[in-house]
């Protein structure tokens, strides 16, 4: 196996376990002796070293500013049942927290460092699992991995490999080797059960893997504050939060996406879950048009629409740390729109999935926009990454989603 040795000193994140090895870090490679090339392939399996020979762990070697990503810790190789084993443990902690279930069946089955298995995402869609490689190392093990999730997760029937969108851009693996396709079975639909609502997935055309699984808890928690509400969802998608709403109780729910084909997927699953529902209407419209262009108070002018709960889920706005300046530009504004639209005594779920965007950050550009409308505003909850998300604790970075429940008056 080829060996990647750190200079002096650098070894210091990885006896803390952090998943990362800097390409600055590394000192030399020495090649295995039966090495085709003169270089590490992308995505070839090598063990690190640091300085003084102690084995720091096994990892993906790839191009860029993250020279390694590693899988196992403090050892030259990984056992041959590795990929089995460490999907049984995430599949665990998935069980113990009592995500699979007759009423659920949607959930993250794998979320890459989190789960210590950085470069790979799963989801699980009732008898589905989706899979998307962010690695060249991941992609190289599809086919083992995709045989894992059936055997430790016998009610997975499909696997479908979902990552031409989400590999390296410059990694070298031909067009047709990265094209979206499935690996084990095959289905042209589903229809998945969350919380005891049904949603259809689209992993073939739809965003992510087909469903952001990230927000069921968020959902679950909107539901309870919507009874007797006019509720404004922005960014719908597939129009989670919308149904939720529904079940909840509001009086009226209007979902909002600049796409045509989400629209249509949040008709059919308001249909799917009421089908007699006279109450809920969607629109194809940009979030910042749509909320331009709402009604003033006849009688005051001010500019408060109809809605006293309003949803701001939008795409990441920051996908780079170039981009966080105008990221914050992007939230600060829209949030301060919400605050110009939303009732006295409204409720604002906003959002940020932004993973260059901290959490402070994203606070002070929702205090930002409060502070310009000139309005009492509360913070009520603070919202995160659900369960089948996690972080691990010698990776920080992986704390992604951001919420803020607000009380405005």
Known sequence: MTTVILHKHKEESLLRFHPWVFSGAVKKVILDHNHP?????????????????????????????????????????????????????????????????NDNNTYRLVHGEGDFLPGLVIDIYDDTAVIQAHSVGMHKNRMAIAQAVCEVVPEVKNVYYKSEGTLPYKAPIPAEEKKDGYLIGGVTSCLAMENGLTFGIDWLRGQKTGFFVDQRENRALLEHYAKGRKVLNMFCYTGGFSVYALRGGAELVHSVDSSAKAIELVNQNVHRNFPNCTNHEAFVDDAFHFLDTAPRDEQTGNRYSQYDLIILDPPAFAKHRDAIRNALQGYKRLNAKAFEQIRPGGILFTFSCSQAIDKDMFRLAVFSAAAMSKRKVRIIRQLHQPEDHPVSIYHPEGEYLKGLVLWVE
Not at 69 to 89: A, E, Q, V
């Open 37 to 101: 090339g003169d270089a590490p392939e992308e995505g070839e399996l090598v063990a690190v070293q640091s300085a003084d020979g102690q084995a720091l762990g096994v990892g993906h070697w790839q191009v860029g500013s993250i020279a390694v990503r590693i899988l196992s810790f403090f050892t030259d190789k990984l056992p041959d049942d590795f990929w089995k084993t460490s999907i049984r443990f995430s599949n665990d902690l998935r069980r113990k927290c009592g995500l699979s279930r």
